[in-house]
């Protein structure tokens, strides 16, 4: 069983994370503000209480670009094969360019022709994707992502990880905060297991099995087995849609044939899918006017006995930010001793 007690932490101001986030990549061979972006992007997933996706990534991206597996400095190649679909070759670079490339295109084309396409491959671990959709949606656009993962999730009556956690983002705009939801088709991340067990917690029962498909809520015994599909069935079947839509039109590889993002042997080989849509050049209603009151609707609406109040997606992000930006971001101990000895061995430790 997992430890009962959590392990020691230490407390970090984001800018401070930031900080040496961006000196350990620029000192790896990142561009300044490609540095500065993917730590930015990695210090949000701690601040909005998704370590799963934070800092707790950093020392497999190094040991990744030590090994030559993710270059840091590469420019994506970018092919448009029709007017609304564009090819990204992210040329083994970090994921973050990638899909900030592919989001900036698309913006622009979709002001033209309403709605474009790109699909991502020979691309890093893209991360959190809250963050693209609030980009996008700030531009008054539609947002909707996908990406796959390593075959990490037992298909609905198995035991054997055969699908990605495969997560999918939508993001609309709308009043006071556009609506954002940003889901993994599995029970839980892999990142969100290792995170607990370093903090000596257990799972939420029917999250994992163990390598014999007995459900555990250990740590340890389910990074041997398997993640579960959450739903049941119609998570398993939504995963292995998503899967299958991202894998066709990226080219990228499917079930144990993905790998990259987890490990420091191989290539990613995963892919993603980025769809923006433009409101005004279909003449349709500005989405921010249209759903803000139906929005507010569901936050108003009557709760069931012990909840305080109805959430929206991206409610309880929003607020788990404004907590962490006031009193700092909790970090295992010993993961931010690593941390820190990493910067420091680069010389980037002030």
């Known amino acids: ?20 986030c961006a000196g350990v990549l620029a000192a790896l061979g990142a561009p300044e503000a490609v540095a500065a972006g993917h730590a930015g992007l990695l210090v949000e997933a701690d601040l909005r209480g998704r370590p799963s996706h934070g800092l707790q990534r950093l020392p497999v991206l ?75 949606c700030a531009r008054g656009q539609i947002a909707i992502a996908l990406t796959t993962s390593e075959a990490l999730v037992h298909p609905a009556g198995g035991r054997t990880a055969l699908v990605g956690t495969n997560p999918i983002g939508v993001g609309i705009p709308a009043e006071p905060d ?47 087995g398997a993640i579960s599909p959450f739903g049941g069935a119609k998570g398993y079947g939504l995963g292995l849609a998503l899967e299958l839509l991202v894998a066709s039109l990226s080219r990228s590889a499917l079930g144990t044939d993905v790998l990259g993002t987890l490990d420091t042997e191989h290539r990613t080989t995963k892919g ?12 349709l209603p500005d989405p921010v006017a249209y759903l803000g009151g139906y929005l507010e609707e569901l936050r108003q609406a009557p709760t069931a006995p012990g909840v305080e109040r109805v959430l929206v997606p991206g409610d309880r992000m929003r607020a788990e930010r404004e907590l962490r930006l006031r009193d700092g971001i909790a970090y295992p101990a010993a993961l931010w001793e690593r941390l820190e000895g990493i910067s420091a061995n680069l010389g980037t430790e002030a």
């Open 62 to 136: 190094v040991d990744r670009i030590k090994a030559g597996l993710i270059v840091p400095d590469a420019v994506p190649e970018t092919t448009w094969v029709t007017p609304s679909f564009l090819r990204v070759d992210g040329r083994d670079g970090l994921g973050s360019v990638a899909m900030r490339t592919a989001g900036e295109a698309l913006g622009e084309a979709c002001e033209g022709t309403g709605l474009a396409v790109a699909a991502i491959s020979n691309s890093g671990h893209v991360g959190m994707l809250a963050p693209y959709l609030e980009a996008i």
């Open 272 to 283: 993603d899918l980025l769809i923006v849509i433009d409101p005004a050049a279909l003449s």
């Open 1 to 20: 069983m997992a430890e009962a007690f959590a392990e020691e932490s230490v407390t970090v101001a984001a800018d401070r994370a930031r900080a040496v």
């Open 178 to 224: 556009p609506f954002v939801l940003d889901m993994s088709t599995a029970a839980i991340s892999a990142g969100e297991i290792i995170a607990r067990g370093q903090r000596g917690e257990e799972l939420p029962p029917g999250c994992a099995v163990d390598a014999d498909g007995v459900p555990t809520t250990d740590p340890a015994r389910a990074l041997e």
